[in-house]
């Protein structure tokens, strides 16, 4: 048995599109309970009763920010409350700011820097301080291909998801004694409303490389049973990953100015 088993309860985060609605989708099938999170009532109660009525689990919704500063801890507090005992925490939900940095809205900067560093470190922290302690758990966290290299125009956003990257992967090592599992999904670009958010209109070169949520969402969870500390998603991607061990840095500086301009 594993923690993606039937029965178990696995709370995502980000949960009312995108990579997280997959995510929630995929889990629901194997027969996982699920708690929903997002700022989004309508989206999360739409998918919770969609969820339910066709796989029989039990789902539950919680509005939140999680960018707010106490937001972590009273999601927490919300499922202590509500006695549910979090067997996998897909740790996905996450912002992107596209553009110049030094000209960046001041206030974008600090939300996305507030959900894609702070809540999700707090989150790994609080829930997985109860994995280590039951011996079992599971955790995923949403990275980017963007943590392997500097990108220019999403120079703050790419240097969160270096910090996932990092912080994923030690905690691999660092929980797998304990009867945890960390795993890091690192998805290149993704047909979801991502980049639309951030602000970035793709360019025709780059939308050739991007692949629908539901393989991406897949292979997070495929890794994640398996006890992998980190995927790639897709051939194109994985090899933009394998690169960077053996190129310039400054030379894949270049390439991703051209390519996310």
């Not at 795993?183 to 979801?192: H, I, K, Q, R, S």
């Amino acid at each position: 048995m594993t923690a993606l088993d039937r029965g178990s309860w696995a709370l995502v985060t980000g949960a009312s599109g995108g990579l997280g609605a997959e995510f929630a989708q995929l889990l629901a099938e194997r027969g996982c309970n699920l708690v929903l999170v997002a700022r989004s009532a309508e989206a999360l109660t739409v998918l919770a009763e969609t969820l339910a009525r066709a796989h029989g689990v039990a789902v539950h919704v919680e509005v939140l920010d999680l960018a707010l500063p106490d937001a972590a801890a009273e999601l927490k507090r919300r499922t202590d409350r509500q006695g549910l005992r979090i067997d996998v925490l897909i740790n996905n939900a996450g912002v992107g700011v596209h553009g110049d940095f030094a000209g960046a809205d001041p206030q974008r900067l600090q939300q996305m820097l507030d959900l894609n560093v702070s809540a999700l470190t707090r989150l790994a922290r609080l829930y997985g301080e109860d994995m280590r302690r039951r011996g079992r758990g599971h955790m995923l966290l949403v990275s980017s291909l963007l943590g392997f290299m500097a990108s220019p125009v999403y120079a703050a956003y790419a240097a969160t998801k270096a910090y996932v990257l990092s912080l994923g992967e030690a905690l691999h090592d660092e929980l797998a004694p304990h009867g945890v599992t960390v795993t890091v999904l690192a998805p290149g670009l993704t047909d979801t409303a991502f980049t639309r958010t951030a602000g970035h209109k793709v360019s025709a070169t780059l939308a050739l490389m991007r692949m629908k949520p539901r393989p991406v969402a897949e292979a997070g969870l495929r890794a994640l049973e398996a006890g992998r500390a980190c995927v790639v998603p897709g051939v194109m991607n994985k090899l933009s990953a394998w690169s960077t061990r053996f190129t310039p840095r400054s030379v894949h500086r270049r390439i991703m100015q051209a390519l996310l301009a």
